[in-house]
């Protein structure tokens, strides 16, 4: 029995082409999302760099207290400690920030990030009761990373009390 050919008419070959349509849009969907995965990740990477940054300014600005604990009792101000401000007033942010010793630090871990550290003592009446003996001091460490839109900003609460 003979096949005859002419009905088919090329219906394998659109048949193909649409196949090979939809073939290349999912390729190019796997690519997109693909690129947009990496973005994201490269992203989080960036701002945990910043956030480590910020953490490691923070821990200066500690260390800065503790090493300035008797200085620092009867009130640190920008002139008797270096990196140390004044009292705040009212939720005002001063805009001095120190980075004392973050170049070293960014040659040990070996990224570019930027951190810094801002010291402020706190008025008096913000201290709680049970340390009516100490200064109040508000760490702040800001950090950056590579990318200069991915900012981390922390705050801590210090509290330099005399030894008894």
Do not use: H
């Not at 690519?31 to 992203?43: P, S, W």
């Amino acid at each position: 029995m003979p096949i005859n050919f002419r009905n088919q008419q090329g219906f394998v070959l659109v048949v193909s082409l649409i196949l090979l349509v939809i073939v290349t849009i999912l390729v190019v969907n796997a690519m997109r999302v693909t690129t947009m995965n990496e973005k994201m990740a490269g992203n989080y990477m960036d701002r945990n760099r910043a956030f480590q940054a910020a953490e490691q300014a923070m821990r200066q600005g500690e260390s800065l207290l503790q090493n300035n604990a008797e200085t620092c009792l009867s009130g640190c101000t920008g002139t008797n400690v270096s990196g140390v401000g004044s009292v705040a007033t009212g939720n005002t942010i001063p805009n001095t920030w120190s980075d004392n010793g973050s170049s070293s630090a960014n040659m040990i871990t070996g990224q570019a990030t930027s951190g810094k550290y801002l010291v402020n003592q706190l008025s008096d009446t913000l201290r709680p009761s049970d340390k009516s003996s100490c200064k109040a001091y508000s760490i702040m460490g800001r950090g950056q990373g590579i990318d200069s839109r991915s900012v981390v900003v922390l705050q801590t609460i210090a509290y330099v009390c005399p030894v008894s």
